[in-house]
């Protein structure tokens, strides 16, 4: 009797300790998370939900790079820890950082008070400076190599691939760290495993391009592609040659960081350790 009276409390179903409620003055959890209350204790840590622009800054080349016998494979480690310190650095504020996921950075820049369009115009103007900071870091390497093991040889066919997409993202607090939930934080992590034929590029959803009320005056390659669990996402695509274009004509000044980003619990020896974890195949992205 018992064990069927606490399975109907449990399906919100009336039983003799429950009294019956009218329908009107149910509010389920889920809706009371949705706007924020804080329910015990299931939203403790929540945060609210916001739009907001999501970047991954994704290293290409990594997974052969860090395949290399024990002398390059230290010199490949730390050649990518510090290329991503160098994103990190590079970006500014309203981009902050989600995670470090091995190879990649992801970020975020929510919107909150702010107008969506606002963040969507700082975030584009970073886009070219992390793109000018990578490349700067890659040919200082080329220059000054540690070196002539196979890592500091072959560091320059290391490139940078930027996915951007813009949607809601609802944001747990766990411990000192802020999480990221929501189907849009899976879309911009499966734009990673796309069908464009180039290690780098710029790829944009069309929410983000909108967002960003085009890009430079550069003319995309228009693709829709296939994401697991997504379906159809109708994308935007700027290849490498139109991106070095794109700096070539920038002001120098423009296209490089001046200011630290905010970090959420983030630091050097965090990034160390997750580049160690996909080098051990630890790491695991959004399924």
């Known amino acids: 009797m018992y064990r069927r009276r606490d399975q109907a409390f449990r ?9 019956l409620r009218r329908a009107a003055e149910t509010v389920s959890l889920h809706e009371r ?36 016998h024990a002398l390059s494979a230290s ?18 504020p309203p981009l902050r950082i989600a995670e470090i996921e091995g190879d990649a950075v992801f970020f975020y820049a929510p919107a909150r008070d702010a107008d969506l369009a606002d963040v969507a115009a700082n975030v584009k103007a970073q886009l070219p400076v992390l793109l000018r900071t990578f490349r700067d870091e890659i040919e200082a390497f080329r220059n000054t190599p540690m070196c002539v093991c196979e890592a500091c040889t072959t560091v320059g066919n290391l490139r940078l691939k930027q996915v951007v997409h813009a949607g809601e993202i609802a ?22 495993k796309n069908t464009v ?11 983000a391009y909108d967002s960003f009320d085009g890009f430079y005056e550069l003319e995309p ?18 290849h490498s040659d ?3 274009d794109l700096l070539a004509r920038l002001p120098e000044r423009e296209t490089r960081g001046t200011t630290r980003m ?10 160390v350790r997750s580049v160690g974890e996909i080098v051990a195949g630890r790491v695991r992205r959004p399924a």
């Open 242 to 244: 139109q991106l070095s």
């Open 221 to 238: 390659e228009r693709r829709t592609e296939q994401f697991e669990g997504v379906g159809a996402v109708p994308t935007v695509v700027f």
């Open 75 to 92: 010199h490949a480690r730390r050649i990518i820890v510090r290329l991503l310190d160098r994103l990190v650095k590079a970006a500014e």
């Open 11 to 19: 399906n919100g179903e009336p039983g003799p300790t429950q009294p």
């Open 33 to 68: 998370v949705r706007r924020g209350a804080r329910c015990s204790p299931l939203a403790e840590g929540f945060l609210g939900t916001t739009s907001s622009i999501l970047l991954m800054a994704d290293i290409s080349g990594f997974t052969h790079f860090m395949r290399l």
């Open 197 to 207: 034929p180039a290690d780098e590029y710029l790829m944009l959803t069309e929410p």
């Open 171 to 192: 944001i747990e607090r766990i411990d000192r760290f802020e999480k990221l939930f929501g189907l849009d934080v899976i879309v911009v992590h499966r734009m990673l």
């Open 262 to 271: 905010q970090v959420v619990g983030f630091n050097l020896s965090m990034l």
